[in-house]
């Protein structure tokens, strides 16, 4: 088919036109997946750590959990793994400053956390290596926890402990079972357990004096109160010494009297005791006549 | 033949051969855009929903932009492309081509000592090796933002998210190999269908067993292709 030259001019017209789009958008596409931003400045920190596990090129870095850039190259080196993080954020670090590697979730992925350090610490000299820990190796630990717990399990008693243990509550169970003792007889008995229903069934009755203390009739409550008032009535006048048995507790005149009226006595018991065989005798003597 | 057609690449921009270059880049290319259009938005958006849904169970449908960009760039993108250039384009250029040799036009061609793989097989090798990829990266763009239609609507992620996303795990190594292979299926499929139209024979029967050769030796080589292309750049 014969086109006219008009219409090989807008052929050739939106040719060029959807070419010239479709390179324009690759540039695009390139520049977005090549991580640069070029409408802001950005901010290099090469950081290095002894290991990274996993750690990719790509991957965030964040600063106070935020997302200021990407980690750009990661080469390695004899010291160590030389990671260039771009940020559009100046980071300023402190003394005290801690990059690490952080997993991003149990399935997988990392980022790099920047704690820049207390603004109480100096700045970090000029040229000082920056250097950042590793992740934290969770299959690793959870070995070395599961082998902590097997060694305190074998070797720390803690397997004889609990096979003891089980025994006695194996044991615990047959008697139980078998019915014996207070709660086994309460599992296996219905007798107990009539009784126990019966005792409750009167003190609910209020019948005894437990019952009677438990029954919305409070006379015998009442009588109780009354009786320990005045108990302690009684003791608190007694320890204020009023009264005789008060003064002969707290009054030491009484005390002292008392304790010369016990040495008259024991005195004249023993001046009894001497005397009573002359007594005796001369009632004899005299007596018989 | 492709590579006598290659030896007469650089006259694809001569005064003789412009016309046509241009004809079978607007053939190829702007008359493909309708249906291209729809298959890459919805394969995009196909695989958000297939993705997302399944990463919905364990809360991570966040990712779905990784997962559409990359599969789009890496392999989708030139593939669907692909498919719908041979089954379109390549089919129509082994019916014509075909048509030409069973009406005995070819014949006339060398005749008059006109080469017929340069005026015939050349700018439609040039068109086709040209266009895929740009069609690749046009239907690149579709699918990824198909898939963040979906994410928007389906699936509650922002487009901030599902592009953020995006860009952290694909590369510019992604969208290039996939551009490297929309351009081998171009060559594949301009290669297949002149081949099979100029094999044509016994009038419009043999056409129609041309056209539909090409069709299916082009879907079945870009399937090969595709995967050891695939295994040569990731190891």
Do not use: W
């Not at chain 1, 009684?234 to 204020?240: G, L, S």
């Not at chain 2, 005995?104 to 080469?115: D, G, K, R």
């Amino acid at each position: 088919m014969k086109r006219t030259r008009v219409q090989q001019l807008s052929v050739e017209v939106v040719v060029g036109f959807f070419v010239m789009m479709i390179l324009l958008a690759l540039g695009t596409f390139t520049i977005i997946l090549s991580q640069d931003n070029l409408f802001s400045t950005q901010h290099n920190l090469t950081v290095v750590f002894d290991q990274v596990t996993g750690l990719i090129k790509g991957d965030k870095v964040y600063v106070k959990g935020v997302d200021v850039g990407r980690v750009k190259s990661l080469q390695v080196q004899r010291d160590g793994v030389h990671a260039l993080l771009t940020m559009d954020y100046p980071v300023e670090l402190r003394e005290d400053y801690r990059i690490s590697v952080v997993p991003s979730s149990v399935l997988g992925g990392k980022f790099v956390e920047i704690r820049e350090g207390s603004d109480d610490r100096p700045p970090l000299p000029e040229g000082t290596t920056v250097r950042g820990q590793g992740p934290a190796d969770f299959i690793a630990e959870l070995t070395e926890g599961v082998k902590a717990v097997r060694e305190s399990l074998e070797g720390g008693g803690v397997l004889g402990n609990l096979e003891e243990t089980m025994a006695n509550l194996k044991e615990l169970t047959q008697r139980l079972r078998d019915g014996e003792g207070t709660i086994g007889k309460l599992l296996t008995e219905d007798a107990l357990y009539t009784n126990l229903l019966a005792v409750s069934a009167r003190l609910e009755q209020g019948q005894g004096t437990l019952g009677k203390l438990l029954s919305p009739d409070d006379t015998l409550y009442q009588d109780l109160s009354a009786t320990v008032a005045a108990l302690k009535e009684t003791a608190e006048t007694v320890n204020r010494g009023e009264g005789t048995l008060g003064k002969l507790i707290k009054d030491d005149g009484v005390y002292k009297q008392v304790d010369g009226l016990m040495g008259e006595i024991r005195a004249a018991v023993d001046d009894l005791r001497e005397t009573t065989p002359v007594v005796s005798f001369s009632s004899i003597f005299f007596g018989a006549f | 033949m492709s590579l006598e057609a290659l030896l007469f690449i650089p006259t694809a921009f001569s005064k003789r051969s412009r016309q046509e270059v241009l004809n079978q880049c607007y053939v190829t290319g702007i008359k493909s855009l309708a249906v291209i259009s729809v298959v890459a938005a919805f394969t995009g958006m196909i695989l958000a929903l297939q993705t997302g849904l399944e990463l919905r169970r364990f809360g991570l449908q966040q990712n779905i932009g990784t997962a559409v960009t990359v599969v789009m760039l890496r392999e989708m993108g030139p593939f669907m492309t692909a498919l719908i250039i041979a089954a379109s384009v390549g089919s129509a250029i082994a019916a014509q081509v075909g048509t030409m040799v069973v009406s005995e036009e070819v014949s006339a061609l060398e005749i008059m000592s006109i080469n017929p793989v340069r005026f015939i097989v050349m700018p439609r090798l040039f068109a086709l090796a040209l266009m895929m990829p740009l069609l690749a990266v046009y239907t690149n763009i579709l699918g990824i933002l198909g898939g963040a239609v979906v994410g928007a609507t389906q699936l509650q992620v922002s487009f901030q998210a599902y592009f953020d996303n995006a860009r952290l795990y694909a590369e510019n190594k992604d969208l290039y190999v996939g551009l490297v292979k929309a351009f081998v299926f171009g060559v594949v499929i301009a290669t297949t269908a002149c081949h099979q139209g100029f094999s044509a024979s016994e009038g419009a029967v043999g056409v129609g067993q041309a056209t539909r050769r090409t069709v299916i030796i082009s879907f079945l080589v870009i399937l090969v292709l595709g995967y050891m292309l695939t295994r040569v750049f990731y190891r």
